[in-house]
C-alpha cells in the first residue's frame, strides 16, 4: 500500500473514532462509505469488516466515559442485554439476508434517526 493511502486509511480511522467519541456512536457510519469506495469488499464482508474496526473503538470511547464518570451502569444494563441479544441474532442472520435489503434497512435507519435528531 502506498505511503499516500497509509494516510488517508488512517485519517478515515481517526475521523471514524472522533465521530464516535464525540456521538457515543457512529463511527460506523463514517467508515462504511470510506471502506466501499477504497478496500474492494464484497457488501456482507463490508458490513463485517466495518463492525470489525468499530467494535474497538467503542470500546476505546467506553472506557474513556467510565474513567471520566460519564457512564451510568444501571441505565445501561438493561440496554446491553437487549443488544447483546440482538448482535447476536444479528450476526447469525449474517449471510442468509439480501444485500439489497440490508441496504434499504441501513438508509431507513438512517433517515429515521436523522429525522429524530432534528426533532
Known amino acids: 500500500m502506498p505511503l499516500n493511502q497509509h494516510?488517508?486509511?488512517?485519517a478515515a480511522g481517526a475521523a471514524a473514532g472522533l465521530?464516535?467519541?464525540c456521538f457515543g456512536g457512529?463511527?460506523?457510519?463514517?467508515?462504511?462509505?470510506?471502506?466501499?469506495?477504497?478496500?474492494?469488499?464484497?457488501?456482507?464482508?463490508l458490513y463485517a469488516t466495518c463492525v470489525g474496526i468499530i467494535f474497538p473503538v467503542c470500546l476505546v470511547s467506553a472506557?474513556?466515559?467510565?474513567?471520566?464518570?460519564?457512564?451510568?451502569l444501571a441505565a445501561a444494563a438493561p440496554y446491553l442485554v437487549g443488544g447483546l441479544a440482538g448482535?447476536?441474532?444479528?450476526?447469525?442472520l449474517y449471510g442468509k439476508v439480501p444485500t439489497r435489503y440490508?441496504?434499504?434497512l441501513f438508509a431507513g435507519f438512517l433517515l429515521y434517526a436523522g429525522v429524530r435528531y432534528l426533532l
Open 26 to 45: 457512529g463511527g460506523g457510519m463514517v467508515l462504511l462509505p470510506i471502506l466501499d469506495r477504497t478496500a474492494g469488499l464484497s457488501q456482507r464482508r
Open 19 to 21: 465521530v464516535n467519541g
Open 7 to 10: 494516510w488517508m486509511t488512517a
Open 63 to 72: 472506557c474513556v466515559y467510565l474513567v471520566q464518570g460519564g457512564v451510568s
Open 87 to 92: 448482535g447476536w441474532l444479528g450476526g447469525r
Open 102 to 104: 440490508l441496504r434499504w
